[in-house]
């Protein structure tokens, strides 16, 4: 199997950009989607991009995804920070096998 | 709109296993689109993959649980099931049921979750 690594923790301002990364530690990032989900206080994890760079109707435009194939990461990238983009963020994959994959999650503070 | 709720006993003791359904409603668990998922969370920690199935009764489950992991679905009812069996403490946890869209493994619906605690 393999794991999906992400930062425990991001800061920033608002009004600023931030990038989480979620690198994949064996097979290529680029051979299955990734997706990135938030997650606030007691609530349920909510989609913010599918399939590597698609965002859910509903979700700004603030939000875009990303993969890299050279360092095997994929990346998300919340530009014009808001308060309530304070949440955590999670990373999300598969395999061959069908084998599902989350990060451990990024909490993001915007302070 | 499509909506996934958990239910389920809220504690259960060690040793024991663990019962929780989950309920669609505003659509048909039969569609050919989706697996049909299971995910917990930890207190203050991060999502774990528990398992799908898919109507046809196919399942993909996380070979750490695997042991343990029973999962089922009732078309008729449109619900499915996970059992957990021996569980202890380290079971503890938020359980989601979710909607798996095939095409991309995307979770793209959510259950509320459900608090499990065991305990004597």
């Known amino acids: 199997n393999f794991m999906l690594t992400q930062p425990h923790s991001v800061s920033e301002s608002p009004g600023k950009t931030v990038t989480i990364s979620c690198t994949r530690s064996?097979?290529?990032?680029?051979?299955?989607?990734v997706q990135w989900y938030q997650q606030r206080p007691g609530s349920s994890p909510t989609t913010v991009i599918y399939?590597?760079?698609?965002?859910p109707s509903g979700v700004p435009d603030r939000f875009s995804g990303s993969i890299d194939s050279s360092s095997n990461s994929a990346s998300l990238t919340i530009s014009g920070l808001k308060t309530e983009d304070e949440a955590d963020y999670y990373c999300q994959s598969y395999d061959s096998d069908n084998q599902v994959v989350f990060g451990g999650g990024t909490k993001l503070t915007v302070l | 709109q499509v909506q996934l709720q958990e239910s389920g006993p809220g504690l259960v003791k060690p040793s024991q296993t663990l019962s929780l359904t989950c309920t669609v409603s505003?659509?048909?668990?039969?569609?050919?689109?989706?697996?049909w998922s299971w995910i917990r969370q930890h207190p203050g920690k991060g999502l774990e993959w528990i398992g799908y199935?898919?109507?046809?009764?196919?399942?993909y489950d996380n070979p750490s649980l695997t042991s343990r992991v029973t999962i089922s679905i009732d078309t008729s009812k449109n619900q499915f099931s996970l059992k957990l069996s021996s569980v202890t403490a380290a079971d503890t946890a938020v359980y989601y049921c979710a909607r798996m869209w095939i095409a991309a493994h995307q979770f793209d619906n959510w259950g509320r979750g459900t608090l499990v605690t065991v305990s004597s």
């Open positions: 399939e590597d760079n698609h965002r």
């Open positions: 505003g659509g048909s668990i039969s569609s050919g689109s989706y697996y």
């Open positions: 199935i898919y109507s046809s009764g196919s399942i």
């Open positions: 064996s097979g290529s990032i680029a051979t299955n989607f």
